[in-house]
């Protein structure tokens, strides 16, 4: 497609379940981050991967979170024993180079733990 | 470290009348600070960038903003507000790092409602 995106658009889970949220691209876009929107606030980095790797995972906020991009394009945001406090909109975003600052962002995928 | 503040969470105005919404950064390089559109259900979307080039800069739909050093602000303004202006708005500067990428920093955002 033209633009990052992000499935599922939704995903309500119980308290203590795993959750995965996959992220694809801009193709050709070699850097790739994670962003985290809770109701009301600006969106707070997670992690940046420059081709497969993490190059920046400071933002993760416990071991339950863990992101992979094992081929270099489609991410995947993975939330172990998810917790209340861990509703929010999840932002995937892309750019051709890491350093310009201009990111391209999908719709996000919001996520609600009951 | 790098940081902005929004001063106003939600912003009222008429059609047809000027927009301003504020943004003060605090950085210890010389930024580059961003402003970037949130609509209902969609994107985020970049309006603008200044990466130390003219001061004044020009985004799309007509909007602007002034980066202004003396006063460490960043704020966007529009001559003339139309409805489908009404969205998120949030100021972002740029957190240079090692490896070469910069990290985006947003501010907590302001809600711009615009009335008939």
């Known amino acids: 497609g033209a633009g990052v995106s992000q499935t599922p658009s939704n995903k309500v889970t119980e308290k203590g379940k795993y959750v995965e949220l996959r992220c694809d691209p801009i193709s050709g876009h070699t850097a790739l981050y994670w962003y985290r929107q809770s109701l009301g606030q600006g969106p707070e980095f997670l992690i940046y991967?420059?081709?497969?790797?993490?190059?920046?995972d400071s933002g993760l906020p416990n071991d339950r979170f863990f992101a992979v991009r094992p081929e270099g394009s489609v991410s995947t945001l993975k939330i172990q024993r998810t917790e209340r406090g861990d509703s929010a909109m999840y932002l995937c975003a892309s750019s051709q180079q890491g350093y310009t600052g201009e990111l391209f962002f999908g719709e996000g995928s919001r996520l609600t733990v009951l | 470290a790098q940081s902005v503040t929004q001063l106003d969470s939600h912003v009222s105005v008429s059609e047809g009348t000027p927009v301003l919404l504020r943004c003060n950064y605090s950085?210890?390089?010389?930024?580059?600070l961003f402003w970037y559109v949130q609509h209902p259900n969609k994107g985020l979307q970049l309006l603008l960038k200044y990466t130390s080039a003219a001061t004044l800069v020009k985004g799309i739909n007509g909007f602007e903003a002034e980066f202004k050093k003396s006063e460490t602000s960043f704020h966007l303004t529009k001559p003339s507000a139309h409805m489908s202006d009404a969205a998120e708005y949030f100021c972002?500067?740029?957190?240079?790092?090692?490896?070469?990428?910069?990290?985006?920093?947003f501010g907590a955002g302001t809600r711009l409602a615009v009335h008939p």
């Open positions: 991967f420059q081709g497969t790797g993490a190059a920046d």
């Open positions: 950085s210890s390089y010389s930024p580059s």
């Open positions: 972002v500067v740029s957190e240079p790092h090692s490896g070469g990428y910069n990290k985006l920093i």
